[in-house]
């Protein structure tokens, strides 16, 4: 699914590769310049739908009866309203929806580029980038009109095939590598490949673990991989194994069983034996360390064998949680799982490919909600499945449980908030509701990160404001007055999240009044007329004042008049200014005595 403009998201690999089926794409309004493009649900009802905002809008996967209704009569009111807006729509429907007579028109066919044009573009734009020089982008095309390229572009015919020649052969003239092994490369990457890598080792449990690691774990240092291989191994060796009154068979009385070896053989030789690599170490520097990534030598092996061991083979899916369940945290394990197993559920079908989600969305440890959340935003990603993540999200975000309203937090902190700011406030205003409860602590950051995560956009710092406000004026004691007093404390005393805290933007009140000077006036008036929040915030405000590079910022003087004005009708006002005023008294009665 699309996402709002700005930098790239999180776990959205998929979305850089070309998409490959055909389908029909209507456009209506005008051009769009400089806002980006915000992706809609396929539910979203066009005959209520209006946009808000000067940017492009996407909405994938209609549905045959939504496709229906989208006459003549309609689609000129939906120009009307993005031509008064600046914005621009497309609607994708698939190529068997049927759509009304009288929009032939407005419809456009879309037919995916021939790879080996995608390819050739893509080795354009890298040269143009700086990554090729133009003697390098000779030889990369030279090789893909190749009759040995040539003849694999016909077999792979998908644009995505395409994109990854041209990595592939970016790679090869920079490093001198020879097109065969590129090609076998590849070539190791398709489904069948990954099936009959799974048949030939299906009766190794040390293979298929070491498989599945890797899989899992794509880029992760080797001890993560084989720990994890370590963990997964034994639950393998069991699945089976003959009974007791075939013990006997595996060799003459007296000797050790075939094949048995207590040592085994070396981490890189059982790598070489199920196809992967090390790849060259390199240096991290949060935390500091140097980690030597692991990875399979085929392009896509990774998603297509773990598909394959995940939805072919019975029980494999269960044994792969499981394992994940025991195996430690370490750093980046989230990402790289939760992306995969996203992957993988897009795919999946039946009532259980949400289900097998739960036990990690219910876990009191943040590294597993964390994994669902980069898992959900991989599958809202496919149309089919917009509705029912956007609906497993809902009933967590009301859910009695703790944990399950963090997963819905963190899941807004990704790609699925940044794409969809508007149904992520909503969201995270529901996880708030329970004015019985305080504000637990994994909560209280969950929700935290997910609003640092929205404010790192621009264009969401208004209605994450906005929010602030509505919390603060909630009643004391509930989940979203406690929310909003954390939020206004850390943002005038230090940043919102505080310093320590998970989040992907860090904000000071000074910033908000500098920025937003209007809506952030309105929270500081809000804020110094709650008692649980005036200290803090008049706290912030005279750091601002001493401070002449923030004063100016600000533009304190303005506001401080726009606080005296309204001081009369607001008794937190009257006292931040009186106090102002005593301080600012005193202070000139000392320097005159002196």
């Known amino acids: 699914m699309p996402e709002s ?18 389908g029909r794409v209507r456009a209506v309004g005008g051009a769009v310049r400089g806002e980006g493009i915000t992706g809609l649900d396929s539910s979203t009802d066009l005959s209520r739908w209006q946009p808000k905002e000067r940017r492009g809008y996407l909405l994938q996967g209609i549905s045959p009866t939504a496709a229906a209704t989208l006459g003549e009569v ?23 929806t049927v759509l009304p007579g009288d929009t032939v028109a407005r419809q456009v066919t879309h037919r995916p580029p021939p790879p080996a044009e995608v390819a050739a573009k893509h080795l354009g734009a890298m040269a143009e980038e700086g990554e090729l020089t133009s003697g390098q982008e000779a030889d990369a095309l030279r090789h893909l009109a190749s009759p040995a390229f040539v003849g694999y572009l016909d077999a792979h015919s998908l644009p995505g095939d395409g994109a990854a020649v041209a990595e592939g052969l970016r790679d090869l003239v920079l490093t001198g590598g020879s097109a065969e092994t590129l090609l076998d490369d590849l070539r190791t990457g398709s489904p069948a490949a990954a099936r009959a890598a799974l048949a030939e080792a299906r009766h190794r449990a040390d293979r298929i673990s070491l498989m599945a690691a890797i899989s899992l774990l794509p880029g992760q240092d080797r001890t993560v991989v084989e ?23 595996q060799g003459p009385p007296g000797e050790p069983p075939a094949g048995h070896d207590v040592l085994g053989p070396a981490f890189e030789d059982r ?21 030597q990534p692991v990875d399979f030598s085929g392009r896509h092996r990774s998603d297509t064998l773990l598909r394959s061991l995940w939805l072919e083979y019975e029980g494999m899916a269960e044994l792969l949680w499981k394992s994940l369940d025991e195996v430690s945290h370490h750093p980046g394990i989230e990402l790289a799982a939760g992306e995969r197993i996203g992957r993988v559920l897009a795919h999946a079908t039946g009532p259980d490919t949400l289900r097998q989600l739960y036990p990690f969305a219910a876990s009191d440890k943040r590294w597993r909600r964390r994994l669902v959340a980069y898992a959900l935003g991989e599958m809202v990603q496919h149309p089919a499945l917009t509705g029912a993540v956007r609906e497993q999200l809902r009933q967590w975000s009301g859910a009695a449980p703790v944990p399950l309203r963090c997963t819905v937090a963190e899941t807004c902190a990704g790609s699925y908030g940044l794409a ?12 708030l509701d329970g004015p019985d409860k305080s504000l637990e602590g994994p909560l209280r950051t969950a929700v935290s990160f997910a609003l640092s995560a929205l404010l790192s956009e621009d264009t ?6 906005d929010l602030l406000r509505a919390w603060q004026a909630a009643d004391p004691g509930t989940r979203r007055h406690d929310l ?15 310093p320590g805290a998970p989040g992907e933007r860090r904000v000071r009140l000074a910033d908000l009044l500098a920025e937003h000077p209007d809506r952030a006036r309105s929270l500081v008036v809000a804020a110094l007329d709650d008692p649980a929040t005036h200290e803090a915030t008049a706290d912030g405000l005279f750091l601002i004042e001493g401070d002449r590079e923030l004063r100016r910022r600000t533009g304190f003087p303005h506001l401080l008049a726009a606080l005296a004005a309204t001081a009369q009708n607001h008794r937190g006002v009257l006292r931040y200014v009186l106090r102002r005023h005593r301080g600012r008294t005193a202070s000139s009665t000392e320097r005159h005595a002196s």
């Open 5 to 22: 403009a700005g930098r790239p998201r999180p776990g959205t690999e998929g979305q850089k590769r070309h998409g490959g089926r055909h």
């Open 74 to 96: 309609r689609i000129t009111a939906l120009g009307s309203l993005l031509r008064d807006a600046g914005a621009h729509l497309v609607v994708t429907v698939r190529v068997e």
């Open 227 to 249: 720990r994890y291989s370590a963990v997964l191994r034994p639950h393998l060796d069991g699945r089976g194994r003959p009974g007791p009154e075939h013990a006997g068979a």
């Open 271 to 291: 790598l070489a034996a199920v196809g992967a690599r090390l790849l060259p170490p390199r240096f991290e520097t949060t935390p500091r360390y140097s980690v």
């Open 420 to 431: 969809r700011p508007a149904a992520a406030l909503k969201l995270l205003d529901t996880v």
């Open 460 to 465: 969401n710092h208004v209605p994450v404001l």
């Open 484 to 498: 909003a007093v954390y939020a206004v404390e850390s943002m005038s005393r230090t940043s919102f999240p505080r």
